[in-house]
């Protein structure tokens, strides 16, 4: 498995008749499979449809990574004590 390109996970807006519609999109690995297949992985689907090769493993570590780095930059969306900041969880 060759790692391609790792996603954050954020809303896609779209327009609509009346206004803008915002879809979640959950971050995702972009990964090139030993069988040659390109395949967008999250931590929800972690095998490859055309071999059945699961790489749950190495996208959990990679997302992980990706948390921590985000983590890093904004500590306060990761605070496990709001009780008397008045963020709400």
């Keep these: ?3 391609i390109e ?10 609509a ?7 979640w999109c959950p971050e995702n690995v ?3 499979c030993e069988c040659g297949e390109r395949l967008t992985l999250t931590s ?3 095998t490859c449809g ?7 493993l190495p996208v959990q570590e990679e ?6 780095e985000d983590e ?5 969306r990761y605070a496990r004590d709001r009780e008397d900041t008045g963020i709400p969880y």
């Design 30 to 32: 972009v990964v090139e």
């Design 72 to 76: 890093a930059r904004h500590p306060w």
């Design 50 to 56: 055309c071999c059945r090769a699961d790489y749950r």
């Design 6 to 15: 790792c996603a954050k996970g954020g809303y896609e807006v779209q327009d």
């Design 44 to 46: 929800l689907e972690t």
């Design 63 to 68: 997302l992980d990574v990706h948390q921590l």
């Design 17 to 23: 008749p009346f206004g803008k519609v915002y879809k």
């Design 1 to 3: 498995m060759k790692v």
